[in-house]
């Protein structure tokens, strides 16, 4: 059964800084990986999908990576912006599957003025 | 396109009342999924659909528990004899089965049982 731990629970740092979310998972025979966003009360809003053939992928200032051998992926967040604070969600396939995610229970960010 | 629609965005009922949740995916996507999700937790894992067939189904979906996607389109979960445990955030998702499979959330509906 899959499992997605995040790293760290909560993050506060000022802007402009660059910051590195991790995520790690148990079974590395996964098809993809996605990370998401989500805003107090609202839904989850797709940030970036990396396939299992890929290394990283790059939308913007963020950037994934995903290492499948050790089980772990990262998201990086450029000249961080008080609008990117929300709570980052890492989800990866269930064992056997390519659809059906187990999330983890996301890092928490506040980028301060 | 239109993303991921879901109604009623907030539902507040009495305990032992059934409630409904409607959910409108993308439309060119033939998978929907339904996930629920508790204050400080992610998204745990409901049942989901490719076309209008229910292929899987969690422990955690009880027998008061029952969705449906009769025409392979929207889909609705019912919640019968509600619970105060039963109050959560349902989510809705939805994803084309080749490719990328990247899944696609709504703003979910907010269930509050009192």
């Known amino acids: 059964k899959q499992e997605v731990t995040q790293i760290p629970a909560a993050l506060s740092v000022p802007e402009g800084e660059n910051l590195v979310l991790n995520c790690s998972f148990t079974?590395?025979?996964?098809?993809?990986l996605q990370w998401f966003r989500q805003d107090p009360g609202k839904g989850l809003t797709s940030l970036l999908l990396?396939?299992?053939?890929?290394r990283e992928q790059t939308s913007g200032r963020l950037n994934a990576s995903l290492d499948k051998s050790s089980g772990r992926s990262t998201l990086y967040i450029a000249a961080s912006q008080p609008g990117d604070s929300a709570t980052y969600l890492c989800a990866a396939p269930d064992t056997g599957t390519a659809s059906k995610l187990t999330f983890g229970t996301g890092t928490r960010l506040q980028v301060t003025l | 396109d239109t993303g991921v629609s879901q109604n009623p965005r907030h539902k507040i009922t009495k305990r032992g009342q059934n409630v409904t949740f409607r959910c409108d995916p993308i439309s060119e996507h033939n998978r929907l999924y339904w996930y629920r999700q508790t204050l400080g937790q992610g998204p745990e894992f409901l049942t989901y659909?490719?076309?209008?067939?229910?292929?899987?189904k969690s422990r955690l979906l009880s027998d008061r528990f029952s969705a449906e996607r009769p025409k392979g389109s929207f889909s609705t979960l019912e919640i019968q004899r509600t619970e105060q445990g039963d109050s959560a955030m349902y989510l809705c998702a939805s994803s084309w089965d080749r490719a990328r499979r990247e899944l696609f959330f709504g703003e979910g509906s907010r269930l509050t049982v009192l």
């Open positions: 990396i396939q299992s053939s890929q």
């Open positions: 659909f490719q076309n209008e067939a229910q292929l899987e």
């Open positions: 079974d590395s025979a996964i098809y993809n």
